[in-house]
């Protein structure tokens, strides 16, 4: 089939990180590039209900809760019916900054926008549905599914998104509450959990598993645990939730299995998200979800049909922003046969709750499974000037070192600044960098990153 017959070169499906660069790249490689977005503003839901919003809010928070542990300083307290708007007074201004520089990278690299809904007719070809219902089909012979996630709502949980929210609705709120209920211990609920309690809110987490963020190690999560509790929120695990609702009053009841009754002012259900690609008719073009109801691709990001990849949260795992952009560059490169060497697992992890957490490698569980009798350094941030001057005497750096003492297989980090100063050992594990890197290595004073070297200088002196 020539080219003529073709509308597009590539047609990306969404425009959150995934979709954006799978079209940038394709442009940039000189292809007739077309990306399709629903929503009227582009970004997907990391930058509309999901990153961009709770990282504000985050802020916000952040500053709310110096302002109370510096009483001294300032006799701050937040008033009742708070509007919600004032806690991200910055979210429209970095919302509308955020789709006008897209909309001009777009243009600049001559990438048409198509806003309406994109379902398959065949391998080849899409349907475009506009708001008002009129139709239209193209034809690309290269299509990048990139459409994200959605909020994954239990059967037992009437989101009605006035009481009881989910991760995408939380903050339409128009008041900040008195009291919150959250419904899981993952990643979205830690960070909203955090948020809202570091904000004054009594905040109770309740989850089927006994401690939140288990798939990190559990002296991280035992800080994340006593920051909770510490500023005021319960934890409540190994728990079954068996009823939800709300009493037609002012609460919402969350009844659990054991017979515990919690009541607060809304709920938060965060039970993770599913494969955004309802109404795409996959089956359509030759695909199906996996029982995991997601997308399977291989090494290269293609699906089962030969033309057609995919990428970011629709393929799962690990679900980040991050990942999900360097996912869609490759998935463009992959099917224009662009060289880009292989993908690496080093993949840093951040949570940004009230302290952030932040990972890259292995983590100790991990790494005895794999090596045995690893060495571990451990840094804690009040042995750290930086940690003392600002407050953040609660974190610690923790590096993973094989059973010599030489090769770093992980670093973790708890604390205010956890997302940044992992970076420094990312970049030292793709090196390939010994241990030692970090007790050469000389590094400002005052600051977090001077962990690095405690922790090494501790992995050195259990050298075999």
Request: aromatic residues 6%; charged residues 20%.
């Amino acid at each position: 089939m020539s080219d003529a017959e073709f509308d597009y070169d590539v047609l990306v499906i969404g425009s959150g990180p995934a979709g954006q660069k799978s079209a940038i790249q394709a442009a940039k490689a000189d292809q007739r590039v077309a990306i399709v977005e629903l929503d009227s503003l582009f970004g997907g839901a990391c930058v509309h209900r999901g990153t961009i919003p709770s990282k504000t809010l985050r802020e916000n928070a952040l500053r709310v809760k110096n302002m109370r542990q510096n009483a001294a300083l300032a006799d701050f307290k937040l008033g009742e019916d708070t509007e919600m708007v004032t806690l991200i007074d910055r979210l429209d201004e970095v919302l509308k900054s955020h789709d006008k520089y897209m909309r001009k990278q777009m243009d600049r690299n001559k990438v048409e926008r198509i806003h309406g809904r994109a379902s398959f007719i065949d391998n080849q070809t899409i349907r475009i549905t506009k708001v008002g219902g009129d139709t239209s089909d193209v034809r690309s012979k290269t299509i990048i599914i990139a459409a994200g996630s959605y909020p994954r709502t239990p059967d037992n949980i009437p989101i009605d998104h006035e009481h009881i929210f989910d991760s995408d609705s939380i903050l339409s709120m128009l008041y900040l509450p008195s009291s919150l209920t959250v419904l899981g211990g993952g990643v979205i609920a830690s960070e909203y959990a955090t948020i809202f309690q570091a904000l004054g809110v009594k905040v109770t987490m309740i989850d089927r598993y006994p401690t939140p963020l288990g798939f990190l190690d559990s002296d991280m999560t035992d800080i994340f645990a006593k920051a909770f509790t510490n500023m005021g929120g319960t934890w409540m695990g190994s728990q079954n939730v068996e009823k939800v609702y709300w009493d037609g009053i002012s609460e919402v009841v969350t009844e659990c299995a054991d017979g515990t009754v919690i009541r607060s002012q809304k709920l938060l259900c965060a039970a993770g998200r599913l494969a955004n690609v309802k109404g795409l008719q996959l089956e359509n073009a030759g695909l199906a979800l996996n029982d995991k109801g997601l997308i399977s691709v291989d090494e290269n990001l293609r699906t089962i049909v030969a033309n057609i990849y995919a990428a970011g949260d629709v393929i799962g795992p690990p679900s980040l922003a991050s990942a999900s952009m360097e996912q869609g560059r490759r998935a463009s490169c992959n099917a224009l046969g662009i060289n880009t060497g292989t993908m690496g697992q080093l993949i840093p992890a951040g949570i940004y709750s009230i302290p952030e957490l932040s990972s890259v490698g292995l983590t100790e569980k991990q790494a005895r499974e794999q090596y045995g009798d690893v060495i571990v350094g451990i840094a804690s941030f009040a042995e750290v000037a930086r940690g003392q001057i600002s407050g953040n005497t609660e974190g610690m750096l923790k590096i993973v070192a094989d059973p010599q003492g030489k090769k770093i297989l992980g670093v973790m980090l708890v604390g205010e600044g956890a997302t940044e100063v992992v970076h420094i050992g990312h970049m030292a594990m793709l090196c390939d960098a010994d241990v030692d890197i970090f007790v050469e290595s000389t590094f400002n004073f005052p600051t977090l990153a001077e962990a690095y070297r405690i922790a090494a200088l501790e992995i050195l002196a259990k050298r075999p």
